[in-house]
């Protein structure tokens, strides 16, 4: 049973023009948010998290939404880049728990020039 | 600061031997883990270890065995390797502020 769902294995978009990815969670007991980014042949890396205390955190160019009540987040990146190109996993965890995270599938980015 | 060192980073195994993945985090972080990841299937928990002296199973720890040596180092045993453990393996560490990845081992089992 996958409890963190990112149900597009890829998105493509054009430089300069926002990216949008989701990710959706089943367990309710889930408090704390991160994406991580990975290159090929690279280690995952963090990129931005958000807290179920909040709705919104900003960093940049990238911007999580958290939409509690429809158990659901999504990563803005806006403007684009070629250099975001990469794989994007959503992962969650219960601060109150054992702080195992658990990730989802992945979503491919391709921002093409 | 070297942040989170796996060691080796290519391997190959003949079915049945045995061979140990190694951690290393010089952050002073508590918490450390073992992922693999397959194509299609997202990071997956093997196991992790809360606290120096405690390890927990994850979601697939079938097949393998860890030791939380110390609070740097935690590694990953496959006592005798099958071709389903073909994966990459990612070790991470991390505590309230900091979530790290070492950069992976990439191991075949044929």
């Known amino acids: 049973d996958q409890q963190v769902k990112q149900n597009s294995p890829s998105l493509s978009v054009q430089e300069g023009r926002i990216s949008i990815l989701n990710c959706d969670y089943t367990n309710s007991m889930f408090d704390y948010f991160l994406w991580y980014k990975k290159y090929p042949a690279e280690g995952p890396t963090f990129l931005i998290s958000i807290s179920s205390i909040k709705d919104k955190n900003e960093d940049g160019r990238f911007t999580v939404f958290l939409n509690k009540s429809a158990k659901h987040l999504s990563l803005h990146i806006v403007p684009s880049q070629p250099g975001d190109s990469a794989v994007y996993f959503c992962?969650?965890?219960?601060?109150?728990?054992?702080?195992?995270?658990?990730f989802g599938k992945g979503t491919k980015l391709t921002v093409n020039p | 600061n070297a942040g989170v060192t796996q060691t080796p980073k290519f391997q190959v195994l003949k079915t049945g031997q045995s061979m140990t993945l190694q951690c290393a985090q010089d952050?002073?972080?508590?918490?450390m883990y073992w992922y693999r990841q397959d194509p299609g299937m997202g990071l997956r928990l093997i196991y992790y270890s809360a606290s120096e002296g405690t390890t927990d199973k994850g979601e697939v720890p079938n097949g393998y065995n860890v030791s939380r040596l110390n609070k740097r180092e935690f590694s990953l045993r496959l006592e005798s390797a099958a071709p389903s453990q073909t994966s990459v393996y990612f070790c991470a560490s991390w505590d309230r502020v900091g979530r790290n990845f070492g950069q992976g081992t990439r191991l075949t089992v044929v």
């Open positions: 952050m002073n972080h508590n918490s």
């Open positions: 992962a969650a965890t219960s601060q109150g728990g054992s702080e195992k995270l658990v």
